[in-house]
């Protein structure tokens, strides 16, 4: 199958065919990583637009280095200096970066169906323009989901990540579940991969109809648990998430301490798991809130620098794959 996806707007959609092109993509460009030089000149000459109209770290700094190693050209547009503090809209603000010649856009808001707003008006305008979903609001995050995707196969199989390695395996992911747009898209594509997931965290943030996004064509399975044990039990990944504080209305939590009683992954916590068990966090952490400060610091059992490495190559293989579709 050849690649077709214009833009990359969140993975409920996607087909296996998709996750396996993006995991060997994404491992020849962690080959091209390890060279002393480690730029290819793939997009030379196409811009590559950072709009991100909510705070980010991670995903803002890598799709800027992904961009760069492609040999592209970046605008990093930053909201709080620009025109939308005078009034301007956000798809005035789009249609300023398309007239400076912005192939790709990556966005990212508070609002969910921002991505898809501006993907809209490029296609209605045949600009040409791809959209990629930087995270928007509670609805998906595609490029963490296959950034933890391609960490998990290739510490199955370095020199061969694919999907069928994580047929069968059981991944607990733990907490604020109702808030993660992480969460969401971990969702579509683990189930893609035939993976057993479970949810786990406190009934207010993870409501029972999680359970209806339920079971897919091939086996895979969703469960709802509001204790840790049966979720911890044997699970082969633990997938632990911020505490959404920025969109938490009302009280939905006792307190910090009791979460991390109740829910927080410990040495201890972590006992009822798979002997080979490895965590994961997409960052930022609550350092002795969703996990304790020791283990995220372990090597031997967090993920959670190997996801940020893992970032840069599979978000170098995303802008390639669309920006180089219709070449
Ligand atoms: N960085 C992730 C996101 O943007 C996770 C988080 O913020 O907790 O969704």
Redesign the pocket.
Same mark, same amino acid.
């Given at each position: 199958m050849a690649w077709t996806r214009h833009h990359i707007l969140g993975l409920a959609d996607w087909k296996a065919e998709e996750y396996e092109i993006l995991l060997q993509t994404a491992s020849s460009f962690r080959e091209v990583l390890s060279r002393r030089t480690k730029k290819v000149p793939a997009l030379q000459g196409q811009v590559v637009t950072n709009m991100f109209f909510e705070p980010?770290t +991670?995903?803002r700094s890598s799709f800027e280095l992904a961009a760069k190693r492609l040999s592209a050209d970046i605008l990093n547009f930053a909201p709080g200096t620009s025109s939308l503090t005078k009034g301007e809209t956000i798809l005035d603000t789009a249609k300023t970066y398309l007239a400076m010649g912005s192939d790709i856009m990556v966005i990212r808001h508070k609002e969910a169906g921002v991505p898809h707003l501006i993907a809209a008006e490029m296609d209605r305008l045949q600009t040409g323009v791809n959209v990629l979903n930087g995270?928007d609001g509670q609805h998906e995050?595609p490029s963490?989901g296959l950034l933890d995707l391609f960490t998990l196969c290739s510490l199955l199989d370095y020199e061969n990540p694919r999907l069928e390695l994580l047929k069968g395996k059981k991944v607990a992911i733990v907490g604020d579940i109702l808030h993660? +747009?992480?969460a969401r898209s971990n969702i579509w594509s683990l189930r893609s991969a035939g993976a057993q997931v479970h949810l786990v965290g406190p009934p207010t943030l993870v409501p029972q109809f999680f359970a209806e996004m339920t079971v897919g064509s091939n086996g895979d399975q969703l469960f709802v648990h509001w204790q840790l044990e049966p979720a911890l039990k044997d699970a082969d990944f633990v997938m632990t998430?911020?505490l959404?504080k920025e969109r938490m209305t009302n009280y939905l939590l006792p307190s910090l301490r009791e979460y991390h009683q109740s829910y927080g992954i410990t040495r201890d916590s972590l006992k009822l798991c798979h002997p080979h068990v490895k965590i994961l966090h997409?960052?930022?952490v609550n350092r002795g809130v969703e996990i304790s400060s020791d283990l995220m610091d372990d090597p031997a059992l967090s993920l959670i620098q190997q996801q940020v490495t893992s970032g840069i190559a599979v978000r170098m293989a995303l802008l390639y794959l669309i920006g180089t579709l219709n070449s």
């Open positions: 980010s +991670r995903t995270g995050h963490q993660s +747009r992480v998430l911020r959404q997409p960052g930022p």
